[in-house]
């Protein structure tokens, strides 16, 4: 948070967040698939040049702190409870992100189909339409995990947002937890 604070003292807050939430998802991506390397880099260069080097370290201190919370505690949302904390989230566009603790109830629930379906199929998917930072998709993992099911490599995880940084939030984390997400 404070980095986020001392950022946000020369920037504005959302385009602070949009900024870090952009060259975080560009850089997990051009680390393991070159396809579309360019385009990506293009667009990490282009949301960099605004920032000093020290804001830019800044940004990665940010980006550790989202691996360590993530790899201390993966049953959360961890980029979405910050988002709603800092107060970013946008009514109007219909922005209400649900707790996890919800979320681990509805994937609970889900999961009953899908201990069936595997036992049908290689790979089943899962899909969030208004995906936001992912906790849905989040808390499916888990508890599949938690069921015993290889999520990391029999679930394809399908998320959308009409929200390009909340899209975003959601690649960063089911990145960070292995998931196999488009």
């Known amino acids: 948070r404070d980095l986020f604070v001392r950022l946000s003292e020369r920037h504005g807050r959302h385009e602070v967040w949009s900024s870090f939430i952009t060259m975080t998802a560009c850089s997990i991506s051009n680390a393991c698939d070159k396809r579309f390397y360019a385009e990506r880099e293009d667009l990490y260069l282009s949301t960099a040049k605004y920032y000093s080097a020290d804001e830019i370290d800044m940004f990665a201190q940010m980006f550790a702190i989202v691996i360590m919370a993530l790899e201390s505690n993966p ?72 069921a015993g099911m290889d999520f990391q490599n029999r679930i394809l995880f399908i998320a959308q947002d009409i929200d390009f940084t909340a899209a975003m939030m959601c690649y960063i984390q089911l990145s960070l937890l292995g998931c196999k997400a488009v």
């Open 75 to 146: 049953e959360q949302d961890f980029l979405g409870s910050i988002f709603s904390s800092l107060n970013l989230h946008n009514e109007w566009k219909g922005q209400f992100f649900t707790p996890y603790h919800i979320g681990t109830v509805m994937a609970a629930i889900n999961l009953i189909d899908a201990g069936e379906q595997l036992k049908q199929k290689d790979v089943i998917t899962v899909n969030d339409c208004c995906c936001g930072a992912g906790c849905l998709l989040i808390a499916f993992a888990n508890e599949a995990r938690k």
